[in-house]
């Protein structure tokens, strides 16, 4: 949206629980919100709904290392480079680690000979690293935000629900009153759609099954978490296997 003071957020997510009590005569309560890092909107969640936990999206988190990396000017030489991608690429990986263990071995990843190397051959490659700290460690996204460990593939992302609307929009004429009535369409279907989903629940109807290429991607992340609770793979081990599932995003 293009208005993102918390003002806004807030307007339409007092909007979002009335029509969800019209429609199920109860109070919205959700255990978990799923969002980008914009700190209006996660600022309103908060204020909206005390009682959720806040979950940084892992896809918007990957996007916004990116976004970084094409900043630095680092696009052509992770397009070469291998050991590029697979450095940024465990970058990002972090996330499935305990959070109990991130900031740690952030510092020695940041401190690993390899890392070292690639930081003098590629300069931007430092301030990279140096953002995410800034930003990611020490600023207003901590790991308690970020951190997936923890989270099924349902917790984990919203851009499937993103990239429904996005499309929708880039269809549309790129005028603002054509994108406008796109979206009040979409808003329409959606709660449209809402409804027949609270009346399945009611009906006891099975959920909707996961596309598969989701199931499988949590199949693999799962098979890896649990080797490496079990021992079967050190840490180290085990985020070097999450790179592979972290290229499913980029």
């Not at 307007?11 to 979002?16: G, L, P, Y």
């Not at 999206?57 to 996007?63: D, K, L, N, S």
């Not at 959920?207 to 490496?228: A, F």
């Amino acid at each position: 949206m293009t208005d993102k003071h918390i003002g806004s957020y807030r307007q339409i997510m007092r909007h979002i629980k009335r029509r969800y009590r019209r429609l199920t005569n109860n109070d919205l309560s959700p255990q978990n919100i799923v969002s980008d890092f914009e700190t209006g909107m996660i600022t309103a969640a908060e204020t909206e709904f005390p009682q959720a936990r806040m979950c940084g999206c892992f896809f918007h988190f990957c996007r916004s290392i990116w976004r970084r990396l094409q900043k630095e000017g680092l696009r052509n030489a992770f397009n070469r480079r291998l050991a590029l991608r697979r450095c940024v690429r465990k970058m990002m990986a972090i996330a499935y680690l305990p959070m109990a263990v991130v900031r740690q071995n952030f510092q020695l990843f940041r401190q690993d000979a390899t890392t070292q190397r690639l930081c003098h051959n590629c300069p931007g490659l430092r301030e990279l690293l140096t953002y995410f700290q800034r930003n990611y460690l020490n600023g207003q996204f901590s790991p308690v935000i970020w951190n997936v460990y923890q989270r099924n593939m349902d917790n984990r992302t919203n851009n499937h629900v993103e990239c429904n609307f996005q499309q929708e929009m880039e269809r549309s004429s790129w005028q603002t009153s054509s994108k406008l009535v796109v979206l009040l369409k979409k808003l329409k279907t959606e709660e449209r759609r809402g409804a027949l989903s609270v009346a399945a629940v009611r009906r006891g109807d099975r959920p909707p099954v996961r596309k598969r290429k989701y199931r499988l991607l949590q199949e693999r992340i799962d098979r890896l978490t649990n080797s490496y609770r079990n021992g079967q793979r050190t840490l180290n081990q085990y985020w070097d296997a999450m790179v592979y599932t972290v290229a499913q995003f980029n």
